[in-house]
């Protein structure tokens, strides 16, 4: 089945600074591929998503990127502020099956 | 307004103990889910069920049970509950293939 992994665990970045999370899927007939946050003590809510024939979709200050021949996608969150606060989950999808990554902790310090 | 409702939020409950968390969603979605979400695993689906009395297993289905006589109603039942139960379960809902998930709010459950 898929396998999808997602790095880094944590990841403490400035206010205003970049944040990035990557994430690799192991079947190559994955096509949808959503990104959820998770805010403390939250249920987890659809951020962003992107499709496979697509290599990039942004929605103000976040983006997402999708490499179909390395079989990765990345989150991107420009000007980060300290609501970004969050967990943040990738996820890949075939079909019906939507498998999550394990999660990435971002902390946006001041 | 569109929900997923989830009952209870908190439990804490015995070993063995029979419990059931309802879920109930007001969007005439046929696909539901339950997923347990537990520190440094992410998201592990437990059961699904893509329409009324079809369900199946996900990733993580032992100790669990699940029916689906309605639409809106997907319960999950814990028979006998132990502690590596312990955990944080959300039920979710999707309109379709490709679209992303809609979560209830959640339920914490605590077997000591």
């Known amino acids: 089945g898929e396998n999808v992994e997602q790095h880094p665990s944590t990841l403490s970045v400035q206010e205003g600074d970049s944040a990035v999370i990557k994430c690799t899927y192991s079947?190559?007939?994955?096509?949808?591929f959503p990104w959820y946050k998770q805010e403390l003590g939250k249920r987890p809510q659809l951020i962003i998503d992107i499709r496979s024939n697509v290599g990039e979709k942004k929605d103000q200050r976040i983006a997402v990127t999708l490499n179909k021949t390395a079989k990765h996608f990345s989150l991107h969150i420009t000007e980060t502020q300290p609501e970004d606060s969050a967990v943040y989950f990738c996820?890949?999808?075939?079909?019906?099956?939507?498998?999550f990554g394990a999660g990435t902790q971002v902390v946006v310090t001041p | 307004e569109a929900q997923v409702t989830q009952n209870p939020r908190y439990l804490i409950t015995v070993t063995g103990k029979k419990l059931t968390v309802t879920c109930s969603q007001n969007?005439?979605?046929?696909?539901m889910s339950w997923y347990r979400q537990d520190p440094g695993l992410g998201l592990r689906q437990i059961y699904y069920s893509m329409n009324v009395e079809v369900t199946d297993k996900g990733d993580v289905p032992e100790g669990y049970k699940v029916s689906r006589k309605e639409k809106r109603n997907f319960p999950l039942i814990l028979e006998s509950p132990s502690p590596n139960q312990t955990s944080l379960y959300f039920c979710?809902?999707?309109?379709?293939?490709?679209?992303?998930?809609?979560f209830g709010s959640g339920t914490r459950l605590t077997v000591v």
């Open positions: 079947d190559s007939a994955s096509n949808y």
């Open positions: 996820a890949a999808s075939k079909g019906w099956k939507l498998q």
């Open positions: 969007m005439n979605h046929e696909y």
């Open positions: 979710a809902t999707r309109k379709g293939v490709g679209v992303g998930y809609t």
